[in-house]
């Protein structure tokens, strides 16, 4: 009994701390640090919250930029950093999905190093054709590439990309055989395959949209349960005969661990009310993806089934960490 007085006292002792912090946080400015260049999609959506949580928080909130090495170099500097609030994380389906499958050692620890606050956006990217190619459905397209195996190309940014992963699921499941062009740049691929020189453009909605609805791409299929809100028309895969294949780029507000939950709370309140403001979300439906601003309880499930699902897809393609 006095062990367990003991027990209750240390935890009553740690929720006490944990109020007093959340009490006098924000007491500086918040660093939000960004994995990717200024300009990425991932830096665009923070400065798009930045603002909001500035004013809510009475604190400046500073996009701090730190891309390179897949995104490690970001996510090491977060996950470094003090758990007392004011240093915020835009992770996202590499930092804490893809990199682990990838590499054989990180210098940082996806689950014990971060806590998650929020999911901010889910993005399933969009398999599209060049115009010439003359397929009008993803059926059209799998007829075609078993008629001449291995002439049909997709553009990626590498084997442990979405797209490639995806492409080998479907390839799996169809039977038909697609060559993977890796480029450096998904604007490169997707340039390519509007001049004729490629087939396949599997990328997202902001990007590849434009030239759908210009007549200069043509979407097939995305790689989601739904369809977008903002092209209801482009049927799923598993609309298009291949259920069970789907996967969207997220990203999604972490802290460092050591972060009190009570300010982990007030950072979730603060952010789950910025994503439900009409022209955050407007601008995320109209760029194709679905609106975070999930608990922190759901959004760590989601990142974990994330990561299992994609592990198993990666293991299927003899996909081997460097």
Do not use: C
Not at 85 to 106: A, R
Not at 122 to 129: C, F, I, Q, Y
Not at 172 to 179: D, I, L, R, V
């Amino acid at each position: 009994m006095t062990q367990f007085r003991a027990a209750v006292a240390t935890v009553a002792l740690g929720l006490s701390a944990s109020f007093a912090q959340a009490q006098g946080y924000p007491a500086k400015p918040i660093r939000f640090i960004v994995p990717e260049s200024p300009g990425s999609a991932s830096d665009l959506r923070a400065r798009q919250i930045a603002p909001h949580l500035a004013e809510t928080l009475a604190q400046p909130v500073v996009v701090d930029n730190r891309p390179g090495a897949s995104m490690i170099i970001g996510a090491e500097a977060a996950a470094k950093s003090p758990g007392d609030g004011h240093t915020i994380f835009m992770g996202t389906i590499v930092t804490h999905s893809l990199n682990p499958l990838l590499f054989k050692s990180l210098p940082y620890r996806p689950d014990e190093d971060f806590i998650a606050v929020t999911a901010v956006t889910a993005a399933p990217p969009v398999l599209t054709v060049g115009a010439n190619v003359g397929v009008t459905t993803l059926r059209d397209l799998i007829e075609l590439a078993k008629k001449q195996p291995g002439s049909i190309g997709y553009g990626s940014l590498g084997r442990g990309a979405p797209q490639y992963l995806l492409m080998e699921q479907i390839s799996s499941a169809s039977g038909a055989t697609f060559t993977l062009a890796q480029y450096k740049s998904a604007g490169t691929y997707i340039q390519d395959v509007l001049g004729g020189h490629l087939h396949i453009a599997f990328y997202y909605w902001s990007i590849v949209g434009p030239h759908v609805r210009a007549g200069k791409l043509k979407a097939l299929a995305v790689a989601a349960n739904r369809r977008l809100e903002v092209a209801p028309e482009i049927p799923t895969l598993a609309e298009a005969g291949f259920p069970g294949i789907e996967g969207s780029a997220w990203q999604g507000i972490f802290v460092p661990a050591g972060t009190p939950p009570a300010i982990i709370a007030r950072l979730h309140r603060e952010l789950a009310r910025i994503m439900s403001l009409p022209e955050i979300r407007s601008s995320i439906v109209e760029a194709g993806a679905e609106p975070g601003g999930n608990s922190p309880e759901e959004f760590a499930a989601f990142v974990r089934a994330d990561r299992l699902k994609w592990k198993k897809v990666a293991e299927k393609a003899n996909l081997v960490p460097e």
